[in-house]
């Protein structure tokens, strides 16, 4: 199994960027695809961006493309997502998530770090 711990969230104003990182434990790192999701106030769980094993597939909500950038590092077992031009609706908390399968179709990100939370000031 995979151990992943999120860090990089905190408090920003519209407009502002952070970069969230993920570390995660395990000798195949490079065999899972990888993903964040986020849970904001009073919605659903959604997936915000994906990479495939090898990093040669991405996906991205509609909401974040052109904004936020995934990648990855399989020398560090890390992934990483750029969040640029942030807006109060990206408040939320955000959790990296392991695809054994190794793509990135959300049902089968079935291992996830504890979150960290990050809120975006209007």
């Known amino acids: 199994q995979v151990q992943l711990v999120e860090s990089g969230g905190g408090l920003v104003q519209a407009g502002g960027s952070l970069r969230l990182s993920c570390a995660a434990s395990g000798r195949t790192f490079s065999s899972y695809g990888m993903g964040w999701f986020r849970r904001a106030p009073g919605k659903e769980r959604e997936c915000v961006a994906a990479?495939?094993?090898?990093?040669?597939?991405?996906y991205y909500a509609d909401s974040v493309k052109g904004r936020f950038t995934i990648s990855r590092d399989n020398t560090k077992n890390a992934v990483y997502l750029q969040m640029n031009s942030l807006k109060p609706e990206a408040t939320a908390v955000y959790y990296c998530?392991?695809?054994?399968?190794?793509?990135?179709?959300?049902?089968?990100?079935?291992?996830w770090g504890q979150g960290t939370p990050v809120t975006v000031s209007s």
């Open positions: 990479i495939n094993w090898s990093g040669s597939n991405t």
């Open positions: 998530a392991a695809n054994l399968r190794g793509g990135v179709l959300p049902r089968y990100f079935g291992s």
